[in-house]
């Protein structure tokens, strides 16, 4: 008989524990504000932290799961009014994991969607700081939970894209595929667009998009005072013309399942 062939297994490295590992940063992702949509690891992060750094949409309720002792610090940014500088918030958090700190950097949705991980990340890599990330519940997916539609659809959206409405001066990009995010077959998210998107739904239907695409609007998705509006590309486009933006909002375009 012809012996079973066995193959090696590589053991698995072990995840990083902040409790043993003083000065050390994770960068937790808080979901879209309701604190029951936080993952068990970003709550007992928060529960573990002796400092939070939080962004002012990771702020509310999301808040009560750190810890009594914790130092509190506000690091948020927000379109048109006073925040924080990138480089100071880099500062804090190496500043802070240096004096033998478990810090928590809680950043809203997904830290990992337009949410500027990456020049956090570079500043602790460079200052020799160990980190982990902790992902959660991106602001797109709970849009379109609370809006009771899927992103995808079986026939005719079988994929489903993230753009950014702002570039690092605020305005719409000028390098945008227009081919890709004029495709009607794709579910299309915009972050940062409230400003920029009649300008954006201009080029949209000059690349072949119909106006009459469906639209969804969401503000304040898991919040008390959520928004939810269902529209069009062009109605939508009118909206944010005569808007004033005062909070962020998100965007969705495409072959939403508004029939459901």
């Known amino acids: 008989m012809g012996g079973i062939a066995r193959q090696s297994r ?5 995840l990083p524990d902040p409790a043993a590992n003083p000065g050390f940063v994770s960068l ?3 979901g879209p504000g309701d604190p029951e949509l936080l993952t068990l690891k970003a709550a007992r992060r928060l529960a573990e932290a002796q400092v939070v750094l939080y962004d002012d949409l990771a702020s509310g309720p999301v808040l ?6 914790a130092e509190l610090i506000a690091v948020g940014k927000r379109a048109g009014r006073p925040s924080a500088r990138q480089d100071h918030v880099n500062a804090l958090l190496v500043e802070h994991a240096r004096a033998g700190l478990r810090v928590v950097r809680l950043k809203s949705g997904d830290a990992g969607v ?14 020799g700081i160990p980190f982990e990330i902790v992902p959660g519940v991106t602001s797109a997916s709970a849009a379109a939970a609370a809006a009771g539609i899927p992103l995808t659809r079986r026939l005719t959206a079988r994929r489903v894209q ?3 409405g702002a570039d690092v001066t605020g305005q719409l990009p000028g390098d945008i595929n227009w081919a890709a995010i004029a495709d009607p077959a794709v579910t299309t998210v915009v972050f940062m667009g409230q400003r920029s998107f009649p300008e954006l739904a201009a080029g949209l239907r000059a690349h072949g998009l119909p106006g009459d695409t469906p639209a969804l609007f969401a503000q304040s998705v898991g919040h008390p005072d959520q928004r939810l509006v269902r529209t069009t590309v062009d109605g ?6 005569a808007a004033e933006v005062s909070q962020p909002g998100l965007i969705m375009y495409g072959p939403l399942a508004f029939d459901i």
């Open 28 to 30: 937790v992702s808080a």
């Open 64 to 69: 009560d799961h750190a810890s009594p002792q």
């Open 10 to 14: 590589t053991k698995a490295a072990p």
């Open 236 to 241: 939508l486009a009118r909206m944010m013309q």
């Open 162 to 164: 993230f753009i950014t």
């Open 114 to 127: 337009f949410g500027r991980l990456e020049e956090e990340l570079a500043a602790l890599a460079a200052a």
